[in-house]
């Protein structure tokens, strides 16, 4: 056995060091105002981005969402025709990443967030007006706006997640400062409030507060979100027993030093888990001619622990709004919804610092931005 102890040794450095490797990437970015949702090749290599394609909706979109198989993207919009003006375009996604509308189906209201169950037979989506979260049948791939359920919770629930196992959901609250928390039947398609049935977010007195996203550790039992009151990071220790999350810790996500007003956005996690991005929204009335300080803000967090610590900020565009981090943990991307430019970064893999590389003009009001594998 001791001779095979090496090559086992290697065997698990190999498993847990590798990157993922993909045919390609595409990086897809919904713009509100000009209907569409623009397509971009992503070259790994150096991070540069190269406009592939355009697919024209119906409505304004807002969120996206890949489905489990990553054969759909799901985009939810507003501005339909008819007397129920917001709902779900599904779109059929080929294996080159290429778009075509299929089906349009309308919903109770605008939602702010939506996400695929983790066997792909419903989308759960978020209605921050409304204060609702909702459940919808998806029929062979098919978002249908058929209804399974309806929970109204409190205004401005703003995201709507489910842990690894797909057997609990996660619903943030801004204004009420909490996190609602359900069991998630999947078959039916059912929300089954957790006991208790939300947890709080950190005290407002903490300039640090209001829940907005919020996304599931890769590997640790651990939860983070941004927290868009002032502006910070929550870690949250979870329990994938009962599916309960608990407060642990909260962390400023604001440049040091700053003075103003800042509502945090998006907060996302490489794909090993070691870093954090929150985007930072400047708020803050300034003179002309002073420039805005909007930042993505950079954690990492202890592999063993899950503990966040804050590295530093770094200057983003106009109130970046959607974030991703690309499918092999190599870049970031940035969208700021009032100058309709993205960055795109490169993160070190030793520090997570970032490093900007270009910028590129979007269309009007970018909403969304995700990076999909491609096959060809």
């Known amino acids: 056995m001791k ?11 190999i498993m847990f060091t590798t990157v993922p490797s993909f045919a390609g990437q595409l990086l897809y970015l919904a713009s509100a105002n000009d209907k569409t949702i ?8 150096t991070g540069k981005l190269a406009k592939k394609f355009s697919v024209e909706l119906p409505a304004n979109p807002g969120p996206l969402a ?15 025709k008819g007397d129920n003006k917001d709902g779900v375009v599904t779109l059929a996604r080929a294996a080159d990443g290429t778009l075509t509308v299929k089906h349009s189906a309308p919903i109770t209201s605008r939602t702010c967030y939506i996400r695929p169950d983790n066997e792909g037979r419903h989308l759960l989506a978020a209605q921050y007006h409304a ?18 359920d309806q929970k109204k919770l409190q205004r401005t629930s703003h995201c709507v997640e489910l842990d690894l196992s797909g057997k609990f959901a996660f619903v943030p ?20 409030a957790n006991d208790p049935k939300a947890a709080s977010g950190p005290d407002e007195d903490h300039q640090y507060h209001q829940p907005r996203h919020i996304v599931l550790h890769p590997t640790l039992k651990m939860a983070y979100t941004s927290n868009e ?25 604001l440049p040091k030093g700053y003075k103003g007003g800042s509502a945090a956005a998006d907060i996302r996690i490489t ?4 870093f954090a991005y929150v985007s930072n929204r400047d708020t803050t009335k300034r003179k002309p001619g002073q420039p805005k300080q909007d930042t993505l803000c950079m954690f990492s967090l202890d592999p063993s622990t899950g503990a966040v610590t804050r590295i530093g900020t770094f200057p983003a565009p106009a109130f970046p709004r959607p974030t991703c981090i690309d499918l092999t943990g190599k870049y970031v991307f940035a969208a700021g919804q009032l100058s309709s430019t993205m960055f795109a ?5 030793k520090t997570g610092a970032l490093e900007k590389l270009a910028e590129y003009k979007t269309g009007g009001g970018p909403i969304w931005v995700m990076c999909g594998a491609v096959k060809d």
């Open 3 to 13: 001779r095979f102890l090496p090559a086992l040794l290697l065997l698990a450095v």
């Open 38 to 45: 623009v397509a971009y090749s992503l070259d790994e290599k």
């Open 66 to 80: 890949f489905s489990p198989d990553g054969k759909f993207i799901y985009a939810a919009v507003t501005g339909l």
């Open 131 to 148: 204060g609702e979260v909702t459940v919808y049948e998806i029929d062979k791939g098919i978002c249908t706006g058929k209804l399974t």
């Open 173 to 192: 609250h801004t204004s009420p400062n909490k996190v609602y928390q359900f069991r998630y039947d999947g078959k039916a398609g059912k929300l089954i």
């Open 229 to 253: 009151r002032g502006g910070g990071i929550s870690a949250w220790t979870f329990d994938p027993k009962t599916g309960l999350i608990k407060l642990k810790q909260t962390v400023s996500s």
């Open 271 to 274: 794909p090993n888990g070691r």
């Open 345 to 349: 970064y490169r993160i070190n893999q």
